[in-house]
């Protein structure tokens, strides 16, 4: 192993910046840091420092109104902390990998690891 290397990157730790209008994070909730995209895998206070996880596949909230199919590309749309179909602003983060019905509450996305589009 190249004695550079620090560790494999499928989970991350960070900090919850104590900034205006900052919230803690719950355990399962999809963050958006920059182009970084990750879901808590612990709750993290304001100001706490907590782990993502950047691969995997996770159920994550989504807008109700959409159907999704399998392998259609997922963004997040950060201004509603949910999962979208559709591109515009919205960060690319991975893929579904269930169909989902419309309506519902969640889709099942593998994460496209961390890096956003």
Known sequence: MAKNY???GNEITITNEDVTDAAAIASGDGVLIGSLFGVAQVD????AEGTIGL????S???VSAQAWTVGQRIYWA???SECTTTASSN???GVAVE????PSATGTV???AGFTI
């Open 6 to 8: 620090i560790q494999p």
């Open 44 to 47: 993290i206070a304001v100001g």
């Open 55 to 58: 691969i995997g596949v996770y």
């Open 60 to 62: 994550l909230p989504k």
């Open 78 to 80: 950060a201004a509603t």
């Open 91 to 93: 960060k690319l983060i």
């Open 99 to 102: 169909a989902a019905a419309n």
């Open 110 to 112: 593998r994460l496209s």
